[in-house]
């Protein structure tokens, strides 16, 4: 990183709320169907309809505030956006300008093993625009409004990060509290977690803020910090030869890794808030937020600790088995029926993981289920099945869409090599390999190893490494 | 307040209605009297008084989370002036 300039970031986040229906009609809010399926006459912003707020998202708006220890409104009031866009058909975005729902609170991440609090200015609730595509027709837009009206909670923070590392974790801790919450999926690549990122450069120690660009259309976390890292090098490389920053809108483009400017945003916007004379306030009594509180599920950071000290794993596997609710509740059903829970960290961090990384995949699309798991973990603890045979198990178990229990049966693991078989074969390999025997006998201890290796292989990891040692001592040693 | 042409043209393009040439004077007159009622408006001492953002309050205004089947597509899409294959079409606008 630079010495000479600091970055400064704020991020405004767009949740989208995990309800049936719009936050404002009563219409779907399933993803991917057919164009215009989802969109009601107030989507449509037809002459003559009325908003009715959907009691839901007031609830996991709440929610939310309540997990970030933030002020909650005492009144919500909804505001209108004007602004004309074929894709918002009303003419005018239901937003919240003054009294948010949810007010100033703030959010621990750890980077480099440095605790540090991010204030959150406010979250407020917010309806979604349709979408555009413009490739369809030759001199025509086309508009799918399905998404138009989707609940949004726009959480925006303090100018409080610093660098685009502790940008990503902090979208990362809302991320994993979203979905704790399970007020949202979260699933950034069907927009259910959108960000834009406010960043400006200063000189270390300077108290006053440089011009600040906002950068658009940021939808993964890898995304986040190379559009960030990218423009602070811009705004770095302008200032140092003398230059200055304009405060402007900018699209980040994933394909080419580069921010530009979007002209059409050259004016400042005025987008007249109002309040909306549709909309009644909401009045939100303290006895609300309490019931709410009180249905408050576990956090991750109350998982974490609790982890340690249920299942004895170590703080590194507890945390990275929170980064996510399905990673995490996978976890603990495992970890619950067998006797090693450690194990159960190591081999779904480890292998599990390594698995789901290399297909591109979720936890909770796995096609290795938490059963399999359970079954395969057991083998593993009683002696049955050794590592490398778990292992090509588990593996087997992704790719054949079997389970556990048949792959076991259908490899042969599940009859392991007897002792009298064993015996056979370590006899056949000390002849075989008279060289080292002979080596060995001469003090060569090490190859134990050697002879442990050719047994493994030579029973395709059916066999009991435990009871493998015991007589390959016994034998060596004859 | 007086209303530049500047001002004109930036409310001209918000609301995105055309000004035509001939009316322009009027229209700033109009303007100019409106922003005088608001200066009028403004005198009058406020404080102490909680701002209203709506004239009625706590009413019973929330929906139950329930989505809806009857979403009549093709009835709806009879009111616009251009679909097709279920999209609303519009003159091309790219941002």
């Known amino acids: ?478 | 307040m007086k209303i530049s042409e500047k001002i004109l043209d930036n409310i001209s393009s918000l609301s995105k209605i055309r000004i035509d040439e001939e009316i322009k004077s009027d229209l700033v007159k109009d303007l100019e009297s409106i922003l005088e009622m608001v200066e009028e408006m403004n005198k009058i001492d406020t404080s102490g008084i909680e701002p209203m953002s709506h004239p009625l309050e706590e009413a019973d205004n929330l929906r139950k989370d329930i989505a809806t089947k009857e979403i009549k597509r093709d009835e709806y899409q009879k009111y616009a002036p251009q679909t097709d294959d279920g999209f609303y079409l519009t003159p091309k606008v790219v941002e």
């Open chain 1, 1 to 478: 990183m630079n010495d000479t300039w600091e970055s400064v970031i704020g991020l405004e986040v767009h949740v989208q709320l995990s309800t049936e229906s719009k936050i404002f009609s009563n219409a779907p809010t399933k993803f991917g169907q057919t164009q215009n399926s989802q969109a009601s006459l107030v989507d449509l912003g037809l002459p003559g309809v009325l908003p009715v707020l959907n009691e839901k998202t007031i609830e996991m708006a709440i929610k939310f505030g309540c997990a970030i220890n933030a002020n909650i409104s005492s009144k919500a009031i909804f505001a209108r956006k004007n602004y004309f866009y074929p894709d918002l058909p009303k003419g005018y975005q239901i937003s919240q300008l003054d009294d948010p729902i949810v007010g100033e609170g703030k959010i621990s991440i750890e980077v480099d093993n440095e605790e540090k609090f991010i204030g959150i200015t406010r979250a407020h609730l917010e309806e979604d625009a349709g979408k555009s595509l413009h490739d369809k027709y030759e001199n025509l837009s086309a508009i799918d409004l399905n998404r138009a009206g989707t609940p949004l909670l726009e959480i925006v923070s303090e100018p409080d990060l610093r660098s685009a590392k502790e940008a990503v974790a902090y979208l990362k801790k809302i991320h994993s509290i979203i979905t704790f919450l399970e007020i949202s999926d979260g699933n950034m690549s069907q927009g259910s977690m959108r960000c834009d990122a406010n960043v400006s450069i200063r000189k270390y120690g300077e108290m006053e803020f440089g011009n600040r660009t906002e950068l658009k259309n940021i939808n993964s976390f890898r995304f986040v910090e190379k559009a960030i890292n990218y423009e602070i090098d811009r705004q770095i490389e302008i200032v140092e030869n003398g230059g200055s920053i304009d405060q402007e809108t900018r699209l980040y483009d994933a394909n080419k890794n580069e921010t530009r400017s979007m002209r059409s945003k050259e004016h400042a916007n005025d987008y007249r808030y109002f309040p909306d004379p549709d909309l009644i306030p909401v009045i939100i009594s303290r006895e609300t937020i309490q019931e709410i509180q009180k249905t408050l599920p576990e956090l991750p950071e109350q998982k974490i600790s609790r982890f340690i000290k249920d299942y004895k794993i170590s703080e590194y596997e507890s945390k990275n088995l929170n980064v996510s609710k399905e990673i995490s509740s996978f976890f603990e059903k495992v970890a619950k029926k067998i006797s090693s829970p450690e194990l159960a960290a190591k081999w779904i961090l480890g292998d599990l993981m390594a698995i789901l990384n290399k297909n591109n995949s979720e936890i909770q699309d796995s096609k290795i289920s938490s059963e399999d798991m359970i079954d395969l973990l057991s083998r593993l603890e009683e002696g049955s099945l050794s590592g490398p045979g778990a292992k090509k198990i588990l593996e087997l178990c992704w790719s054949s869409n079997e389970s556990v229990d048949v792959l076991v049966k259908k490899e042969g693991f599940d009859e392991l090599k007897g002792e009298d078989e064993l015996l056979e074969i370590i006899t056949k390999i000390i002849k075989d390999n008279s060289k080292q025997f002979e080596q060995y006998l001469n003090g060569k201890d090490k190859l134990f190893g050697f002879f442990v290796g050719q047994v493994m292989k030579e029973t395709k990891g059916n066999a009991d490494p435990k009871l493998v040692n015991e007589l390959l001592n016994k034998k060596l040693k004859q």
